[in-house]
C-alpha cells in the first residue's frame, strides 16, 4: 500500500488515502492516478513511521516543501523545530525521572503532574 496525504490551502494536511503499490509505482504516478480519481491536484506520499517525510502524516501538520517533511502544528510559541526530525522541541528537555510532566509556557518549565491516589 501507498498512503497518501491530501493537502489543502497552505499545504496543510486535510485527508488521507492509499492506493494499491501497482498504482502508484512512482509518487507522480500515483498522485496523476488520484487527480484523475477525485478531481483534486495536491498530493504527498508518506510512509507512516516516517522513513519518507521525516514524519508520517497527520490531520493539522503542514507539508514543508524546502524541508521535504511533514511538520506538527508549533505547540507553544517557546517551543523550536528541530531541523533533523522536522519535529517541535521544548527549551528545556522533558526530565527523566518516571514522573508525568506537563508544559507550562509562562515558566517555560515542566510542572509535575500531581497524581492523586
Given at each position: 500500500?501507498?498512503y497518501?496525504?491530501?493537502l489543502?490551502l497552505?499545504?496543510k494536511?486535510?485527508g488521507?488515502?492509499h492506493i494499491?503499490?501497482?498504482?502508484?509505482p512512482?509518487?507522480?504516478?500515483?498522485?496523476?492516478?488520484l487527480?484523475?480519481?477525485?478531481?483534486?491536484?495536491f498530493?504527498?506520499?508518506?510512509k507512516?513511521?516516517?522513513?519518507i517525510?521525516?514524519?508520517?502524516?497527520?490531520?493539522?501538520?503542514?507539508?514543508?516543501?524546502a524541508?521535504?517533511?511533514?511538520?506538527?502544528?508549533k505547540?507553544?510559541?517557546s517551543w523550536?523545530?528541530?531541523?533533523?526530525?522536522?519535529?517541535?522541541?521544548?527549551?528545556?528537555a522533558?526530565?527523566?525521572?518516571?514522573k508525568?510532566?506537563?508544559w507550562?509556557e509562562e515558566?517555560?518549565s515542566?510542572?509535575e503532574?500531581?497524581l492523586?491516589?
Amino acid at each position: 500500500m501507498k498512503y497518501f496525504a491530501k493537502l489543502g490551502l497552505n499545504s496543510k494536511v486535510v485527508g488521507f488515502t492509499h492506493i494499491h503499490d501497482s498504482d502508484a509505482p512512482t509518487e507522480e504516478i500515483g498522485i496523476a492516478y488520484l487527480n484523475k480519481l477525485h478531481s483534486y491536484p495536491f498530493w504527498k506520499e508518506y510512509k507512516r513511521d516516517g522513513s519518507i517525510r521525516k514524519n508520517g502524516a497527520a490531520r493539522g501538520m503542514t507539508y514543508d516543501e524546502a524541508r521535504d517533511a511533514f511538520i506538527p502544528p508549533k505547540p507553544y510559541p517557546s517551543w523550536t523545530l528541530n531541523e533533523t526530525t522536522c519535529l517541535w522541541e521544548a527549551p528545556v528537555a522533558y526530565p527523566d525521572d518516571d514522573k508525568s510532566y506537563t508544559w507550562n509556557e509562562e515558566t517555560t518549565s515542566w510542572d509535575e503532574i500531581e497524581l492523586s491516589e
